[in-house]
């Protein structure tokens, strides 16, 4: 409710507010009957977020397409902020900063580097607004003729439950290929607030959306084959990861705070097991064709 009502408020407001329910007959029934002035719809594909966002845009009319995840709620501002990059034609779409909300105390060892993590935007990210590869669909828009010339999301691939693949990537990169010139805009100005449960503040999490993360990453650029574009991927291996464990190695020695010390142990874990799921996505490939 909180995501319908932080879409309803924006100013100007959007010209339709469409609700996609993933394989719940409860929760859709009570929503036709308690809401009213928006559409509810089913997902019409196999459970899972990106037929659930494809189901939803099936609905809509307008030529363009905002997506807001139900545990993010968006500030003031955001929608008029992430539609204004679409006055240049060669945009087909935009994504904001998503601003991680505890709903208990963030933890010490937590590292800015890794909040994608938790779906939300990490360190080394711009400060202002710039061409990206690619965004994430809970506070993305993009145009609705370019989604649709590629199908939309992959019905078959993302996120299931527990089990996260990066279907917001996958699509970024169709999107842009589909002609060239075609890019993604980040603007950080258009912000959301990203609700961050308890479960998903363990090291046990941690790393396990890490290893998801890599194995997603191996099985996306198999699906892309020569449209694949992992530039995104080496920057951060090679750049943000870096300087993070370098940044908290000093702030650990230079303070003697031990949770510095823990974040830079925490960004080599993470690495270690998103490297770990790309080699098993791997195997798992030459598996099966052999």
């Not at 002035?37 to 594909?45: A, C, F, K, L």
């Not at 590629?150 to 990169?173: M, N, Q, Y």
């Not at 699906?223 to 995104?232: H, I, K, Q, W």
Request: proline share 6%; aromatic share 8%; with cysteine.
């Amino acid at each position: 409710m909180r995501a319908i009502e932080s879409a309803l408020e924006q100013r100007p407001g959007p010209e339709e507010v469409i609700v996609a329910v993933d394989h719940n007959p409860r929760l859709y029934e009570r929503l036709s009957r308690e809401l009213s002035g928006i559409t509810v719809v089913e997902n019409e594909y196999a459970g899972g977020a990106s037929g659930t966002r494809n189901s939803g845009a099936s609905h809509a009319s307008t030529p363009f397409l905002a997506f807001l995840d139900d545990d993010a709620h968006a500030r003031p501002g955001w929608l008029a902020r992430l539609l204004e990059p679409f006055e240049d034609p060669s945009v087909v779409g935009t994504g904001g900063k998503v601003e991680p909300e505890w709903a208990s105390s963030r933890p010490r060892w937590f590292p800015d580097e890794f909040a994608w993590v938790v779906g939300a935007s990490y360190s080394g990210l711009p400060d202002t607004r710039s061409p990206v590869r690619n965004v994430w669909s809970e506070n993305m828009a993009v145009r609705r003729d370019v989604f649709d010339a590629v199908d939309g999301f992959r019905a078959d691939f993302g996120k299931v439950g527990h089990v996260s693949r990066p279907e917001d990537t996958d699509l970024g990169i169709r999107m842009s290929a589909s002609a060239p010139g075609r890019r993604w805009m980040y603007v950080p100005d258009a912000l959301v607030d990203h609700l961050v449960p308890a479960s998903r503040c363990t090291l046990r999490f941690f790393l396990l959306r890490s290893f998801s993360e890599g194995r997603g990453k191996v099985e996306m650029s198999r699906r892309l084959a020569s449209d694949r574009d992992l530039g995104s991927e080496s920057d951060y291996l090679r750049r943000t990861i870096p300087i993070g464990i370098a940044r908290n190695i000093r702030a650990a020695i230079a303070h003697r705070e031990w949770a510095y010390a823990q974040r830079a142990a925490a960004i080599l874990g993470g690495t270690a097991a998103a490297g770990v799921g790309a080699v098993a996505a791997a195997l798992r490939w030459i598996a099966r064709r052999a």
